[in-house]
């Protein structure tokens, strides 16, 4: 067993500084982080993948920033795979208490905003949230496949940050 770990260990590069780390001994590295992030994922939550929310964008960002650290050697290795399934596992047990709970859903991923109501603008909620007409006429184009505000019953700004509308009935 001994001799096994110590194989590992030096195919791996562990225990040696990253400036001295081998192309072949990072791109190891690079293909279990790599078969190990596709694990994680696929036992937390996939949805995460998709970035629907800020919330899932963070996990994306948070894994990829501690994984690279496995991978480059500023990190302990094993450490870094093991805090990087709690940071997944943290994930999937917070968007569970999102399912079960519609007040922390909202807290965790929060809350759509309308942007336009009955063909009107809605200013103020479009000033606190950063969305110009501009931005509101690009997505009915492209999305609603009109140009005219009028056409429009609600549009929304998602959890997601997309643009979201329900056309009025003629």
Not at 59 to 85: H, M
Not at 86 to 95: E, G, N, P, T
Not at 102 to 118: E, F, M, N, Q, S
Request: proline share 2%.
């Amino acid at each position: 067993m001994e001799a096994i770990w110590s194989s590992v260990q030096s195919i791996l590069g562990l225990g040696i500084e990253p400036k001295e780390l081998t192309f072949l001994q990072i791109s190891l590295r690079g293909f279990v982080v790599f078969t190990v992030s596709l694990v994680m994922l696929l036992l937390g939550d996939r949805r995460a993948l998709a970035q629907k929310t800020a919330f899932d964008t963070v996990l994306i960002v948070l894994l990829a920033s501690v994984l690279s650290r496995a991978i480059n050697g500023s990190a302990a290795f094993f450490a870094t795979l093991g805090g990087s399934f709690v940071i997944v596992l943290l994930h999937r047990f917070l968007a569970q208490i999102c399912c079960w709970s519609h007040t922390a859903g909202r807290w965790i991923k929060g809350d759509p905003y309308v942007l336009v109501r009955d063909g009107k603008l809605c200013p103020a909620t479009m000033r606190r949230k950063s969305v110009s007409q501009h931005d509101i006429e690009e997505d009915m184009r492209l999305d609603a496949q009109t140009e005219e505000l009028s056409d429009i019953k609600v549009a929304r700004l998602e959890r997601s940050g997309d643009l979201s509308f329900i056309e009025a009935t003629k």
